[in-house]
């Protein structure tokens, strides 16, 4: 038997587990926690600042001992993992990631916990990186209820540990599945917002165009995105609401776009010269190779606080996304049905973003 969700009467019974707390995911959810009234706990490998009613934690995901020792005295009622470490192999993303649950939560043994929310994405539908598109993808939209592929897959693996646990241990679960999400962060490995920025102004930097660097079902195909603090938003509404208790959910921003609509758009934000698909994907990284240099003169330039670009921008993570050969989108009635009806605008997402980082001077 599982208990039932917290309800949203009694913020001072919660304590909040940010699992990944600088990624773009776990910053927005620290932010949608601690402005809701909860208190946080902010676990990540460098600790972040530390703020009222959020507390700075380290520890090494991949170190049960680590996280132990690092927990030891804190009591969460609800976990949000946000957190995952890239490696060579699917086989070792599985071996990694899925550990990173599970030890976790075998740290946290003591602790009265009450949901755990865990962040996936669209790979659930699409397979890994080195298995991307092949086999039985579904039609889109993705809705959830769609059977898991035949390729490995460590999305798979750290819903079976969450499952696992929560068997044992008796609280409730969600699964949110994202898509190429967006939000404040620096040196995070899949960062498309800050990344683009980046590309835009080094663009600018030397005169070139906005060059569209994807394929051609991408330009012109129907896709969606997911802002962090939408994201984060489910997360929270998921973790307190009795009828999304041990489901899995779809989310991203509830409006669709085609990138042959949206790029002339964000170039012209930058004061840049758009160009679309033309023959052939023209990856960022091929076309951003020698870009370190350039940024360092942009940087000196503007009095940016950020010189490795590498911090910045993810172009391997970026040329995945834009490059694919296939339609992507996303179906939400069943969040909408369970009474979510959170929603964002990408195009003003992107904006919204992209001031954030000329006020913090990452960007110029």
Not at 23 to 51: E, F, K, N, Y
Not at 100 to 107: E, F, G, H, K, N
Not at 127 to 148: L, S, W
């Given at each position: ?81 946000t957190a995952w ?76 540990e969450l499952w ?33 920025a980046v590309y ?165």
């Open positions: 038997m599982t208990s039932e969700p917290e309800t949203q009467t009694d913020l001072s019974t919660r304590t909040a587990l940010v699992a990944g707390a600088s990624g773009i995911a776990g910053s927005a959810l620290v932010d949608q926690l601690s402005a809701d009234g909860w208190q946080v706990i902010a676990l990540s490998r460098t600790p972040i600042a530390a703020r009222p009613g959020v507390v700075p934690v380290s520890a090494d995901l991949r170190s049960v001992d680590s996280l132990r020792a690092a927990l030891t005295g804190h009591t969460p009622t609800h976990v949000f993992f470490l890239r490696q060579n192999t699917e086989a070792e993303n599985i071996l990694v990631n899925s550990a990173m649950v599970r030890d976790l939560l075998i740290a946290l043994a003591d602790a009265p916990v009450r949901h755990v929310a865990l962040m996936t994405g669209l790979k659930q539908y699409l397979g890994p990186f080195e298995a991307y598109g092949q086999g039985e993808v579904p039609d889109t939209p993705f809705h959830e209820d769609e059977p898991r592929l035949s390729v490995e897959n460590f999305y798979y693996a750290q819903e079976d696992a646990a929560a068997r044992a241990r008796g609280f409730t679960w969600s699964v949110h599945r994202a898509h190429t999400v967006i939000g404040y962060a620096v040196g995070n490995a899949m960062n498309m917002g800050s990344t683009l835009a102004a080094v663009c600018r930097e030397l005169g070139r165009p906005f060059v569209f660097p994807g394929s051609e079902t991408q330009w012109n195909g129907v896709t969606d995105m997911t802002d962090a603090g939408l994201l984060a938003e489910q997360m929270v509404w998921a973790a307190t609401t009795p009828a999304a208790a041990d489901t899995a959910f779809n989310i991203v921003n509830g409006d669709t776009f085609r990138w042959r609509w949206l790029w002339p758009r964000l170039a012209a934000y930058f004061g840049v010269e758009p160009e679309g698909f033309s023959g052939a994907p023209r990856p960022l990284e091929a076309q951003m190779a020698d870009a370190q240099p350039v940024w360092d003169a942009i940087v000196a330039k503007h009095g940016l606080v950020e010189g490795d670009l590498a911090r910045l921008a993810s172009w391997w993570h970026s040329d995945a996304d834009l490059g694919r050969t296939m339609e992507v989108f996303a179906d939400l009635s069943r969040s909408r049905a369970a009474g979510f009806t959170g929603y964002r605008n990408t195009e003003q997402a992107f904006l919204d973003l992209f001031e954030r980082y000329r006020a913090e001077r990452l960007i110029p």
